[in-house]
């Protein structure tokens, strides 16, 4: 990936609208409880194999359809796409996430993450904003397994959910916090509480070893 910008935006000068320009625009579903991030789906690494896999959580994935392929949410996409090779996107998102005030921030509603230095740069944030506590689903297990053998842990408001490949498949081995994703009934609430969080906030608590979410 390489770098859009030549210098960084001194952070004594980084206002709202530069941070915008850089690293585009934060998402807000009207399910969660905070605010989110996402990028296209089309440019997950394991997830467009997965796609490709009938049985897959990935086979029918929502992110690829519905609302997803609005003009405007494409554009969105392509921008925070784009901002991934910022030097500046580090400051600016931690700018955005802080100046929203919000306590809880999920990664990537569409898409995953794209490299090692990805993960390093989310890693930076939630080291810079303790009191928010941060949730990424991903399918990458190859970059979470270098970053643990590099590092040992993450941050302790970082909670990394490694998502099993296939429908009713078993959870993802020798990771401290999983996903699965259930043909009958997941652990989820959602569903059953209108498609919201509602005061659910197991996805984003590192002592819940899996979450289950019934497909949709």
């Not at 915008?20 to 989110?36: D, I, N, Q, R």
């Not at 994703?181 to 989820?188: E, I, N, Q």
């Not at 209108?194 to 070893?209: M, P």
Request: proline share 4%; charged share 25%.
């Amino acid at each position: 990936m390489q770098q859009t910008m030549l210098f960084a935006i001194p952070k004594s000068r980084l206002t709202k609208k530069l941070a915008l320009s850089v690293a585009g625009s934060l998402g807000k579903p009207s399910k969660m409880p905070g605010f989110t991030y996402g990028i296209s789906a089309k440019l997950c690494n394991v997830g467009a194999k997965l796609a490709k896999i009938k049985g897959s959580v990935c086979h029918d994935c929502y992110a690829l359809k519905s609302n997803y392929q609005y003009p405007s949410v494409q554009i969105s996409h392509q921008k925070r796409q784009e901002g991934l090779a910022s030097i500046s996107w580090v400051d600016s998102m931690t700018k955005l996430i802080g100046d929203s005030k919000t306590d809880y921030f999920r990664w990537h509603d569409s898409g995953d993450l794209q490299s090692f230095g990805h993960l390093l740069d989310i890693v930076k944030i939630a080291d810079r904003l303790k009191n928010v506590k941060f949730w990424i689903p991903t399918r990458e297990k190859k970059i979470i397994n270098q970053y643990l053998e590099t590092f040992g842990k993450f941050p302790d408001n970082l909670c990394v959910r490694v998502s099993a490949a296939m429908i009713d498949g078993k959870e993802p081995e020798n990771f401290e916090n999983t996903s699965t994703v259930s043909s009958t009934d997941g652990s989820c609430p959602a569903p059953k509480q209108g498609n919201k969080c509602a005061d659910c906030r197991n996805c984003w608590d590192k002592s819940i070893k899996n979450v289950s979410y019934t497909l949709h």
